[in-house]
């Protein structure tokens, strides 16, 4: 390993990080993070801080899970890599397979496809929803209806049914025939909304004008967070999945559940979906699939629509594929990733944790006039919203939320910024005093206003 003074010189050289500029990087390298214990990382200077992002919403067994790094280890031994892309399989993806399949049973979920990440899963959702439609019979079916505030991932498909304009300007045209409808997101709406269950409705009567609109035999899927992460944890009433779910069986539209962060337990339950007691027709699951230890994706699909694929001719082969399919380290990761889920049983320690992060974030905005809005409630995803006017809702500027993060930091908490959200979705394995130690932090970060 190269001594710190080389990383530091060399951080922004040649390396360009994601979702920023180059030239911000040069001027103010990222920090560099160079080991994790438990739920905390520590950088290359000494400074070390409870990671209450969790990775990127994915560590949810901490950096210390012994049982799945050793998994790791023992397959890189045994097999490090063959492609199931050359009509070949692997014993450790045959038992992932049935391990990721186990877990989603109460989802009804049947069939799985690995992917190498989220935005692969959603690309493969996508295609498949066509795909499906055509077997049937119905090749009209190409649209997709999505939601405003909506992430799944930066591929060409991901990004075209991406509800945030920062993730699509400078990549159109994306995608034809991919239409939005609001968020659920009672703070900031179109129709200045506070009731949940209203805006519920209101936004199910609008997807009924849409598809109305477009043609129900043009439509072949609606792809939703069932909590939206990376545009600020906005939580839905309750009614809102099962009402999405409705209007998608009332039209022959499929319902893909992107899970890719509210599976695995994030949500207090074992799926996003399941927490509002929906069943998807198919499901993109990566990062708590793994705990983010090794890159892995899954796209999961219904009996129902396992069946059309696997009784049809040819063309039901499925061309989507990777260099990574069924990876068999990864896949290894997968069986021990849920194994040690299931055993340490992170759904319950998200619910009760994630109620304590929640309310200790209430508490902070009824102390700091800058929090605007605090959402989450629901297992271990909490978003605060800064704002430099209640009154107006004006967003926080900048270099104020940089301020913040710094100061958090400095405090011995890692939170993320989304644009001027604060967004926290720590380890689930994570104890009351070290959430307590995130709101002491963030309490003195906000301070730093
Ligand atoms: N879908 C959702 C809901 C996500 O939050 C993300 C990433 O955060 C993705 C898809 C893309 O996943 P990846 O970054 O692994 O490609």
Redesign the pocket.
Same mark, same amino acid.
């Given at each position: 390993m190269k001594d710190d003074n080389f990383l530091k010189e060399n951080n922004a050289r040649h390396l360009w990080h994601p979702m920023g500029h180059p030239g911000d990087a040069q001027e103010t390298p990222p920090r560099v993070i160079s080991s994790a214990s438990g739920v905390s990382i520590t950088d290359i200077d000494g400074q070390t801080a409870i990671d209450a992002v969790g990775g990127?919403?994915?560590v949810n067994l901490g950096y210390s899970n012994e049982v799945v790094k050793q998994a790791i280890s023992d397959q890189l031994q045994q097999l490090p890599y063959y492609s199931a892309f050359t009509g070949t399989s692997n014993p450790a993806a045959i038992e992932a397979s049935h391990a990721v399949r186990e877990f989603f049973a109460e989802d009804a979920m049947e069939r799985v496809f690995f992917t190498? #990440? #989220?935005?692969?899963?959603?690309d493969v959702a996508l295609r498949l929803a066509r795909q499906y439609h055509r077997l049937r019979g119905e090749p009209t079916r190409t649209k997709f209806l999505s939601l405003k505030k909506?992430?799944?991932?930066?591929?060409f498909g991901?990004a075209s049914v991406n509800g945030n304009p920062r993730f699509r300007h400078a990549y159109e045209p994306l995608l034809p025939g991919c239409f939005h409808l609001p968020a659920p997101y009672t703070y900031r709406n179109p129709f200045n909304e506070t009731d949940p269950a209203t805006l519920a409705d209101r936004i199910a009567a609008m997807a009924e004008d849409e598809i109305a609109f477009q043609g129900a035999d043009t439509i072949a899927a609606l792809i939703v967070?069932p909590i939206? #992460?990376?545009g600020g944890v906005i939580v839905p009433d309750a009614s809102f999945m099962p009402k999405m779910r409705e209007v998608c069986d009332r039209h022959g539209i499929l319902l893909i559940s992107?899970?890719?962060?509210?599976g695995f337990g994030r949500t207090g339950d074992w799926s996003g979906a399941r927490h509002w007691g929906v069943q998807p027709d198919m499901m993109?699951c990566?990062?708590g699939i793994t705990s983010g230890y090794f890159?892995v994706?899954a796209t999961l699909v219904n009996g129902k629509v396992a069946e059309v694929f696997e009784t049809a001719d040819a063309d039901g082969a499925i061309y989507s594929g990777y260099t990574y399919s069924a990876h068999p380290v990864g896949a290894a990761a997968v069986v021990a990733t849920l194994a040690e889920t299931t055993r340490l049983d992170l759904a319950a320690n998200a619910a009760a944790r994630g109620t304590q992060l929640h309310e200790g974030c209430l508490r902070l905005k009824d102390k700091h006039d800058i929090v605007g809005d605090v959402r989450g409630g629901h297992g271990l995803m909490t978003g605060v919203e800064l704002v430099s006017d209640r009154g107006t809702k004006a967003p926080m500027d900048g270099a104020t939320m940089k301020r913040i993060h710094q100061a958090t930091w400095d405090a011995g908490a890692m939170v993320r910024l989304g644009m001027h959200n604060i967004l926290m979705s720590p380890p689930l394995t994570i104890t009351e005093a070290e959430v307590d130690a995130i709101l002491t932090a963030l309490d003195v970060g906000l301070s730093a206003a």
């Open positions: 990127l919403w994915c190498s #990440g #989220g935005s692969d899963s959603v909506g992430y799944h991932g930066t591929h991901g967070e939206q #992460g990376a992107d899970e890719v962060i509210t993109t990566a990062k890159p994706g």
